[in-house]
């Protein structure tokens, strides 16, 4: 609908400054297809019925290009620093009026008001001002979207995002270092977006806003996907960076899922932050990933992707845009989620790594210490690169498994998920989704059909007195017996051709570890700091 000079009034939007007089709120789907059709070059819509967009130059985050503003309220929470940058006051005010000058150009503009956070007692309203319909499908899809009722009553937000991410930032502008700026101010609780298209960075706002909020609650915020059984009482938790498995895994014809990416664990126990699911699309094939492949349909996004033109069949093994090709759709896309997506306290935690050097075992135990190391670890790898001379897989460490979207330091985090787990007796787990027999460009990548086995050996309790050895570089109890899983492959060293690679290539991933780790090491419990690789 059609906002009136009053309904803007109202609606608190002509107190932030903007003058346009179209302004579609909560439109629907269909109404959005219209839009993006006829207004955004290069918008389509496949075979399967999603709205295909596309993101511009910019196809992913740019977390350095992420600011923070830095005021005597946050001067003392905020863990400062490449994650969370200082930008002062003035210059967010700037970026602010620029992004607000921006879209008062536009003809129209859409508002998305919805909430993050399923739990009442921890839900925030979130309100988002932008000028692309694309846009506004995507947070109508990873938005928790209200009633109508809810709707009528929806009063002043709690969070405000404005997105003029078509128009760039000055980079004469103090704090500046490139055309893209994505600002958190924490204490107004707003987000300007500049030079970058990229809706991932709007969802990700709001995560950012939830892992300062929540804490401050006692609530942990996680960068993670959840499950749950039938009975709505064995949940599972599933931490891991991008490329671990954590939306495929999630998707479990077998249980509820109460979401793929972002979550907090209340003393009540677990909900889902978001409406909606973003999931890598790259390689997507329906036999792989059914109820992934089967939710692109209408309502959905699909970003970046590329289609044949005769019939609007998408390629998702094309990655000529970008690797980075997703899909976002409302969770109830997904036949067997949990509506409303909360559970009770996680049976199970499990960290999932895709180890590109082949060293880490398929799964293990964690006892108490390890779990709170490699929580603050976050490990990962990725493949060698395209660039001439990279012929080995490279780590990645992000504490938490989300590093670019904690405020506090991981520490903070790290002692909240200890707390949880001791006090509710979850079990926790690392499971590799990575390479076996050697490592990236000799070994080959762990049988999904495999790890789909050993999480469903983990939600049974099959693995929780399963037998196992000591790992001997990590220390960590190495299951050795699954069901539905070749014992061969569970223990790394015995998968390799020349377990003396094996060693000398562990030997570099423990170093890695320990190196990474000294930045944390600073007020850790000493029996944390034991409970690394000591080789």
């Not at 009722?149 to 128009?167: H, M, R, V, W, Y």
């Not at 699909?302 to 000529?320: C, G, I």
């Not at 990236?440 to 050895?469: C, N, V, W």
Request: with cysteine; charged share 20%.
């Amino acid at each position: 609908m059609d906002l009136n000079e009053q309904d803007l009034v109202d609606l608190g939007i002509a107190e932030l400054g903007i003058t346009v007089k179209t302004v579609l709120r909560n439109t629907s789907p269909s109404q959005l297809y219209e839009e993006a059709i006829r207004d955004e070059p290069g918008t389509a819509i496949s075979n399967a019925g999603a709205l295909i967009a596309y993101s511009g130059s910019k196809t992913g985050r740019s977390p350095s290009d992420k600011r923070v503003v830095r005021t005597a309220e946050t001067e003392g929470d905020v863990w400062w620093g490449p994650v969370n940058i200082p930008l002062d006051k003035h210059g967010f005010d700037i970026n602010r009026e620029r992004g607000i000058d921006y879209l008062n150009t536009r003809k129209k503009l859409y508002i998305v008001d919805g909430y993050a956070g399923w739990d009442p007692k921890y839900q925030i309203k979130v309100r988002v001002v932008c000028a692309r319909p694309y846009h506004a499908l995507f947070m109508h899809n990873m938005l928790i979207r209200p009633t109508m009722e809810q709707l009528k009553s929806f009063g002043k937000p709690d969070c405000t995002i404005l997105n003029a991410g078509a128009f760039p930032a000055n980079q004469h502008t103090t704090g500046m270092t490139s055309k893209t700026s994505v600002d958190l101010d924490l204490d107004a609780r707003e987000v300007v977006i500049l030079g970058t298209e990229y809706a991932g960075e709007m969802k990700k706002a709001v995560f950012t806003l939830m892992n300062y909020l929540m804490p401050k609650q006692e609530v942990l915020s996680m960068h993670c996907s959840a499950t749950v059984d039938n009975s709505n009482e064995n949940a599972t938790v599933l931490f891991g960076l991008s490329g671990t498995g954590k939306t495929t895994l999630s998707a479990d014809p077998h249980r509820q899922l109460i979401g793929d990416d972002e979550h907090c664990w209340s003393d009540d126990g677990v909900f889902n932050i978001e409406g909606g699911c973003y999931a890598k699309a790259v390689y997507l094939t329906r036999e792989a990933e059914p109820q992934i492949f089967d939710a692109l349909k209408f309502g959905a996004v699909l970003e970046n992707v590329v289609y044949d033109q005769a019939d609007h069949h998408v390629d998702f093994r094309n990655t000529s845009v970008t690797e980075n090709t997703r899909g976002s759709y409302p969770i109830e896309y997904i036949d067997n989620s949990a509506i409303p997506c909360l559970a009770g306290h996680p049976n199970n935690v499990i960290f999932l790594t895709c180890d590109a050097f082949g060293v880490l075992p398929p799964v293990s135990r964690l006892n108490p210490a390890e779990a709170e190391y490699h929580f603050i670890s976050g490990y990962t790898a990725k493949v060698a690169g395209t660039e001439m001379g990279v012929t080995e897989p490279q780590a990645a460490f992000s504490p938490c498994f989300g590093g670019p979207f904690l405020v506090w330091h991981p520490a903070k985090y790290a002692e909240l998920l200890s707390e949880k787990i001791g006090r509710h007796n979850a079990n926790v787990w690392l499971v590799n989704t990575g390479w076996t027999g050697g490592a990236y460009g000799t070994g080959e990548r762990f049988s999904l059909k495999y790890t789909r086995a050993i999480i469903d050996a983990i939600h049974s309790g099959q693995l929780k007195d399963a037998p196992s050895t000591p790992d001997p570089n990590f220390g960590f109890d190495v299951v050795t017996q699954c069901e539905g899983v070749p014992s061969e492959l569970l223990v790394p060293r015995q998968t390799w051709k020349s377990q003396a690679d094996y060693d000398a290539t562990a030997a570099k991933l423990v170093v890695l570890f320990q190196e990474n780790f000294k930045t944390y090491a600073e007020g850790v419990r000493a029996e944390v700091l034991a409970a690394g690789p000591q080789a």
